[in-house]
């Protein structure tokens, strides 16, 4: 997905290229909302779509990760036909909060970015087989 942002950062965002860009929007949004690197609680998304998107929904969309990407899409879609500037615009904020929250360089910190936070999780995940011989052979002795 990392080429994916890298792509989408150097495009150049028009009126004229609104279908490609949204394709690649709605793949980057996905990410974004569903993987918990970036906002790792959901209400973390309200500042997001607050200052990038320009949306204020209400609070139970944040119930659900699914349900608010819905509704972003849905959104998009709608600015992509009725409101290209509007379209333009969230996009190319999506852009610049790309770029400045290192997402592509994976150096995520809980600095501030535009009021996000971007964590990142643990990348060194145990692997089950492993603790288990680890339980198993300390029972041996």
């Not at 964590?119 to 680890?134: G, L, M």
Request: no cysteine.
């Amino acid at each position: 997905m990392r080429n994916k942002f890298q792509e989408y950062i150097n495009i150049q965002i028009t009126k004229n290229n609104i279908n490609d860009i949204s394709f690649l929007l709605y793949g980057i949004l996905a990410e974004l909302i569903f993987e918990r690197n970036y906002f790792s609680k959901n209400s973390d998304i309200r500042s997001f779509t607050k200052e990038i998107l320009q949306e204020d929904y209400k609070e139970y969309l944040f119930a659900s990760r699914t349900s608010l990407y819905a509704r972003i899409i849905k959104d998009i879609k709608l600015n992509a036909l009725n409101d290209k500037y509007k379209f333009v615009q969230q996009a190319n904020n999506i852009k610049l909060f790309l770029q400045k929250s290192n997402v592509i360089n994976e150096k995520f910190s809980p600095e501030q970015t535009n009021g996000n936070k971007i964590k990142k999780k643990n990348s060194v995940k145990s692997d089950p087989i492993e603790e288990w011989r680890k339980i198993i052979n300390s029972n041996k002795g």
